[in-house]
């Protein structure tokens, strides 16, 4: 089992806030990946905590548009801790991703319906939960930590 405790923000935590907005998404992957290869996280864990980070920050922009949304990480022993809180009380509801071939191609601009994300952070993570907080809850995926 990985463990992390409860840090506050210094060399080995990071927090960054955020209006929920669709280009957060990117910044948030750019700020994980800068952080991680910082900390010298091996790259399967650096690829790892980029794709969690993307999907709970696509889940809290979609659950809270143009509200304030925070990103938190965390190293400690041999785990990362990736997290966002937004300000919806509401808990995520995973759901099915759509596996049917169109009659036709898509264009790119057509969005993708979704679903993948749980099975993603599933896989990925050790473990993974919410936290209900203040005005909000926080998302929460831990993950081993390997090192370069």
Do not use: Y
Not at 27 to 49: H, P
Not at 71 to 96: H, K, N
Not at 127 to 137: A, L, P, S, W
């Amino acid at each position: 089992m990985v463990r992390v405790e409860r840090t506050v923000a210094g060399p080995w935590a990071l927090r960054r806030g955020f209006l929920a907005t669709p280009d957060v998404v990117q910044q948030g992957r750019l700020i994980v990946e800068s952080q991680a290869l910082q900390w010298g996280l091996a790259e399967e864990t650096v690829e790892a905590a980029v794709l969690i980070a993307s999907e709970l920050l696509t889940n809290a922009v979609r659950a809270t548009p143009h509200k304030p949304v925070t990103l938190r990480m965390a190293l400690a022993g041999d785990g990362i801790r990736v997290e966002v809180w937004d300000c919806s009380s509401q808990r995520p509801r995973a759901s099915e991703p759509d596996l049917s071939m169109p009659e036709r191609p898509l264009g790119d601009d057509v969005p993708d319906p979704g679903g993948w994300g749980r099975g993603i952070i599933d896989f990925l993570s050790e473990e993974h939960g919410v936290r209900v907080e203040f005005e909000g809850k926080s998302v929460w995926a831990l993950l081993r930590a390997e090192f370069r």
